[in-house]
């Protein structure tokens, strides 16, 4: 499987109808917010400042408490992302199989730090903590899909793949994001 | 027509087990062999993914670790038939050592079946557990679950039976809630420590027996709900989970009349968010009430005062699993293994720098160092081992003078190191333990749900002191500060996030204190990370 689901991009109208029948939807469940949460993340990349609202109307909760959520949670970002999520896995396994070199060639490779996006809107990076692919490390997530054992030539392979243009190997941007 | 087998768990797709499988179909297609592709869940011998499996007469015959342009000299060397010759090549999947010496009880279906399929899962012993839980009374459950002597799995190492009775016994009327009267069975599978994927093989090898020991759970206390709080960096378990419900509730296991006893039991997963703490049993619970995962001060026990204010068991996926084979095989089958007060089997999980990385599921008693040479086969890089970390992020570092110490939750921490979940993650000697004292503190500092200040505030200076120590800023004084800094996590911390992490740091100092006195001006053994 190589889902990339993610259809948000910057200006793009936002669903809002579509929110508000998830919202509608899912609170006949005990404990509605994760998974309202998580149907918009899956389906945007990201949380929009315009579905606090609905979701808090919808919910009979403040719009206080459903930031207080979002904020919490490190799945919840509150901006576009690239259209791939690349997670590199930071924890011990991976560290003791050599991530924190990874990290530092992913960076570079792609010219952003963590919780940017590429100037081209192709991927966003994230850290992540285990991947519970710890005994075949280090470990990386490219939207739904983990890898294993990746050398940086790996990843350079595997971004190639996923990427929509080609890959420069120069910094794409000094300042993907402010 | 031949039974072939490739796995479908994260480890096997993740070192490319879809494009074996695919690879193997075009192969058998273009040489008009008929074979039936089975996708089985991993025996977790992760170290020999993708492992492929024919069934012969001889049983089944393993070849790994596979890659997609070996299967044209695979089935032209006889794959098909189970011959040798061909250098991955593994004889028959039952006696590769490390596994033949394994004591599965847990995992002992893991790998042999199609995970989402019920029929394999009854063929191999599947709801024998719950059909004999129906024919007693609650207690009679609850007594079961006692005698097998069984303990959390998820790090705590609590009674699991005497958890249950508290929720047995707990009267369940709030009123004026929605949810009074009930009771919950919750799943905690949120697995986070790294150097962990038991309960993740579980979920995506045999997750009908989760399922199954959350019904029997359902029963023994009285509930009808159960949930499985998932974390959201498992997405091949929770696509298997999902199947699996599925199917359990076509069949009438799961449902408002579990196999007509008239007895309801409903199973709904639940996504974390990435959040750590949110393995915490409280703040677990306030994430899946859609809050906030922040810490709850005890009392009140969630036994009482759980999910959604009412009673609820919360259980570790092992410590669920376990529950099908006890009621199965008796209490006192499971006691049988085991040494002291730790009774029964442990999966426990080799990884980070060891040439075999997998599940190893034993009896307690076992030394690490025994894991660590005879399954392990020492480092992946084939340079020394340095130090191991048990136990996940807050465990400690332990040096080779401990590799000695049985693994028993009480000779543990007799040399203050923690079983936990039964991770262990071997680093070789590039390893800078500054560093890793460093990410601990680091790690406390993200993941920290903000309630305590020391856990909050004192992490984030414990990694500036490191950073002065490692710059040789007053390191002496820096070295007493982070000490001091450690008792105040220890002492002023409500969970064990904080109260924890001081394990790695101090184990670190203490053990392999050279990393700290290291020349600022030599480059540290591994790259560093840089803040
Ligand atoms: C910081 C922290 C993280 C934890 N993470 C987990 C976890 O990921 N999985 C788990 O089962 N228990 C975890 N626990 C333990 C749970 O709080 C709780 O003890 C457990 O779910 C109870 O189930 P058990 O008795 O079956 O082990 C964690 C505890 C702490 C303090
Ligand atoms: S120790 Fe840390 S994680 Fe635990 S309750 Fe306090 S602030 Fe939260
Ligand atoms: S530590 Fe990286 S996958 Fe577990």
């Known amino acids: 499987m190589h889902i990339s689901a993610q259809d948000s991009s910057v200006g793009t109208d936002l669903p809002l109808d579509w929110i508000q029948a998830e919202v509608a939807a899912l609170k006949v469940k005990p404990g509605p917010l994760l998974p309202i949460l998580h149907s918009i993340r899956d389906r945007l990349g990201y949380i929009p400042e315009e579905a606090v609202p609905i979701i808090a109307e919808g919910l009979q909760i403040t719009r206080a408490e459903v930031h207080g959520v979002i904020s919490f949670y490190h799945d919840f970002n509150t901006a576009p992302i690239g259209r791939h999520r690349l997670q590199i896995c930071r924890a011990e396994a991976c560290q003791a199989r050599g991530c924190r070199s990874l990290e530092t060639h992913a960076k570079a490779k792609l010219g952003i730090d963590y919780h940017q996006t590429t100037a081209d809107g192709e991927f966003t990076l994230e850290p992540v903590y285990c991947l519970g692919n710890c005994a075949t490390g280090p470990s990386v997530r490219l939207d739904n899909d983990i890898h294993g054992r990746v050398t940086a030539k790996r990843l350079d392979a595997l971004l190639g793949q996923a990427a929509t243009v080609p890959l420069t190997l120069q910094p794409l941007a000094e300042e993907p994001e402010s | ?531």
């Not at chain 2, 499988?21 to 993708?50: D, H, I, M, T, Y």
């Not at chain 2, 038939?81 to 002992?108: C, D, M, S, V, W």
């Not at chain 2, 986070?192 to 959350?214: H, K, N, Q």
């Open chain 2, 1 to 531: 027509m031949t039974r072939i087998y490739v796995p479908r768990d994260t480890t096997a797709l993740s070192l490319g087990a879809d494009e074996v499988a695919a690879k193997l179909e075009q192969g058998c297609a273009e040489r008009n062999l008929g074979v039936e592709l089975v996708r089985n869940g991993s025996r977790g011998l992760f170290w020999l993914e993708p492992l492929l499996e024919v069934e012969t007469d001889q049983g089944r015959i393993a070849y790994g670790p596979v890659a997609p342009e070996d299967i044209p000299a695979l089935l032209d060397e006889g794959l098909l038939n189970g011959r040798p010759g061909h250098p991955l090549y593994r004889g028959p999947t039952e006696e590769i050592p490390y596994l033949k010496k394994q004591q599965r009880l847990t995992f002992a279906r893991a790998g042999i079946t199609d995970p989402v399929s019920l029929d394999d899962y009854i063929r191999h012993g599947g709801y024998v557990g719950l059909r004999k839980a129906l024919a007693k009374i609650a207690q009679e459950i609850v007594d079961e679950v006692k005698t097998s002597g069984l303990r959390g799995r998820g790090g705590a190492a609590f009674p699991a039976g005497i958890k249950w009775q508290t929720v047995l016994d707990a009267d369940a009327r709030t009123p004026n809630s929605p949810y009074s009267k009930r009771k919950f069975i919750v799943c905690n599978a949120d697995e986070g420590d790294s150097g962990t994927f038991a309960d993740r093989l579980v979920m995506e090898a045999d997750p009908f027996m989760l399922i199954e020991g959350m019904t029997i759970a359902g029963l023994a206390v009285g509930a009808d709900t159960g949930f499985i709080y998932l974390r959201s960096e498992y997405p091949v378990a929770h696509q298997i989970l999902n199947e699996a419900i599925a199917r359990a509730e076509e069949v009438g296991y799961l449902g408002d009349n579990v196999l007509n006893s008239g007895k309801a039991f409903h199973l709904e997963v639940r996504l974390g968010a990435g959040a750590y703490i949110c393995g915490e049993e409280t703040s677990l619970l306030d994430s899946l009430e859609g809050k906030r995962g922040q810490v709850r001060v005890k009392p009140p026990l969630p036994a009482l005062k759980g999910a959604f204010g009412q009673p609820t068991v919360v259980n570790n996926v092992l410590t669920l699993a376990a529950v099908p084979f006890i009621l199965a095989e008796g209490g006192q089958a499971y006691a049988d293994y085991g040494m002291g007060r730790s009774r029964g089997t442990l999966p426990f999980q080799l990884t980070g720098n060891i040439e075999r990385g997998g599940v190893v599921e034993l009896a307690f008693g076992i030394t690490l160092r025994e894991l660590l040479e005879d399954f392990g086969g020492g480092t992946a890089s084939g340079r020394p081992m340095r130090a191991v970390q048990v136990g996940g992020p807050l465990g400690a570092y332990m040096p080779e003078s401990q590799w000695d110490t049985p693994l028993d939750y009480e000779a543990f921490s007799e040399v203050g190191a923690v079983v936990g979940h039964g991770g262990i993650v071997v680093f070789d000697d590039t390893v800078d333990m500054l560093d890793q004292a460093r990410f601990a503190m680091e790690f406390c500092a993200i993941e920290s749900c903000g309630k305590c200040t020391p856990c909050r505030i004192g992490s984030t200076r414990g990694v500036e002191v490191i950073d002065r120590i490692r710059a040789n800023e007053q390191r002496d004084d820096n070295l007493i500060l982070l000490r001091d800094l450690c008792d105040t996590l220890e002492d002023g911390s409500l969970c064990a996030m904080g109260g924890m992490t001081p394990n790695p740091v101090r184990s670190a100092l203490q053990y392999f204190p050279d990393d700290f006195y290291r020349d600022p001006t030599t480059a540290s053994n591994t790259t560093r990370e840089e803040a």
